[in-house]
Each structure stands twice: as C-alpha cells, then as structure tokens.
C-alpha cells in the first residue's frame, strides 16, 4: 500500500543521505502508525545521534516513552538499539491530549511537509544529475570508441605500409645478393679464362670446379662457363692422368693417387679412365691402403668389364 511505499522511499531517500533528519523523523512516524514502537525509539535515537538537541525527536520520544523519558537514555546507539529491542512490546502508540501533543503534532506537520517537498525536489534532481552524469559518460565512451576505431584503422594501414616495405626490402635483400652471387661466380669463370688462355689448364680447372652455375643462370656468362669447362676439363683431366702414370710407373704412389683422383674428378668416363682406376686401385694395394684399393678394383671389374685389366684386378682382389 501507499504507507509501505512511503517507507520504502524514505529509506532510498536516507541510503542517499545518512543523515537527513527530517527523513529519520517522518520514518519514525510511519513505524508509529504500524504500532512499531522500538523501530520508531530506535530511529529518533539515529535522530539525537546526529543532532543531540533535535526538538522533534526529544519531543517525539518522551510522547511514545511512558516510562523512560529521553532525559534518561544515555546509553550509546548500540546499546540502546538491542536494549529496545530485547525489552520494548509491539505497542500501540499512546493517545496523548494537552497541548504538548499538539505541539509535537503541528511540529511532525511541518516536518512531513518538508520532507514531501525535499523528496519532490532533491530526488528528481538526483535522478536527473545521474542520468546526465550516465549521459556524459555515455559521450566520452562513444567519443573514445570513435578515437580507438580511427586509431585502430590508421594502425591497419601503417601495418600495410609497413608490410609492404618490408616485403620490398626482403625483394631488394634478394635482388642484391643475387647480384654479388652472379658478380662473385663471374669473377671466377674470367679467372679461369685467363689460365685457360695461359693454357695452365689445371689452375683453371681447379677455378672451374668451384663454380656454383646456378647463380649465372640466365646470364650469358653461364654459357662462358659451360664452353670452357668441356674444353678445360677434358684437357686438364688427360694432363693429370698422364702426370699420374708416370708417378705410377715410378712407384711414386702418393703423388700417383693425387693425379688420378684429380683426373677422374673433371672426367670419369673417358676412354683412359679404365687406365686411371686400375692404376690408382694397385696404388693403394702397394700403399696397402687395401679397402680402397679393393673400391677402385671392383668400380674397373662392374663399370669396364671390356677392360682388357680386368683380369688382373681379380688377381689382386683374390690377394685382399
């Protein structure tokens, strides 16, 4: 019903302000009007709390005290609270006549009438200033998520910006290395033509072989490379088989076996090569280096087997 709204607006009104008298004053009187005595003894005691020298609440109280009036409470807020509680009857308010009453009356009138018009003008003001306080913060958020979504749009396009320079200077990186591999490779194949031309073929064999001719791919020098190194290797490789021999035959077999195996690294399949496995495998069997010896034995008896050294080379693997 109404009165129970009126107590349920009184005690928002006092969660907002702890210490409006005149609310504590008139909830004292609802409390009275439900024959609530020590929850109306209790709250004028909140009254004198905050002003020890309230004339409605003194009043107030001697008026529904019959037998303690507020002249002998002196008990602090607490202790008086449980007290009231412990010891006070659920009571109908006394009926009072005499002008003491009265005065107590007119006085609770005037605080009712107050009160009414305090909750008519701070409520809604309340209300008011909170829904422009929620309303303000209501702009700085959309303000703010304005802010953050141009920021986060600048970001995504700095990061594109970013990403591709990045990608352009992995591109240059790649571009650039390519260039001093193809500088680096050509510098050799220009060496090894001048050793060529100096017809030292081994010197420009040697610059030939460590040649990386992936890196000259489409460039002409890669066709430099591949004319010279058919006519470099084969010449270099027939020099070294021929300075092998000739180690071989006199019995200088390390020197023998370094030849041979500069040899048959240019050119294995030339119509000496036969020649240079057999010699280098009877090398190693004199060194008695035998398992290498053995590896060049076979490689001659499965590679060559129109090799007119293939007999002798089952004669030395049948010694191993």
Known sequence: DSE????IQLKKVLSLNPKFIKAYALLALCMIKEHQIPKAQKILLKILTIDKNNYIARKYYDAISEEEPIAKVVQ?????DSRQEASQPHR???????SSFHQVIFVLGGAIIGLAVALFLIS???????????????DQVSIQTTELQAKSTALKEETIKREALDGEK???TSNLKKAQDIQ???AKVLLAL???????????????FFIDATKLEGTQMLEIFNTLKTEVYTIAAEDAFNSGSNSYFNEVYDKAIEQFDFSIKLAPNEKYSDKAFYYRGVAHYNLEQFEEARKDLEYVITNFPNSPRIENANWYLSKL
């Open 184 to 186: 680096g490779e050509t």
């Open 194 to 208: 001048q050793f060529r031309n100096a017809k030292d073929y081994v010197k420009a064999a040697d610059e030939l």
């Open 170 to 172: 992995v591109q240059l």
């Open 124 to 138: 809604p003001s309340q209300i008011k200033e909170k829904n422009l306080a929620i309303s303000d913060l209501q």
């Open 4 to 7: 129970d709204l009126a107590v």
């Open 92 to 98: 109908r308010a006394p009926i009072l006549f005499g």
């Open 76 to 80: 602090t807020e607490e202790e008086s």
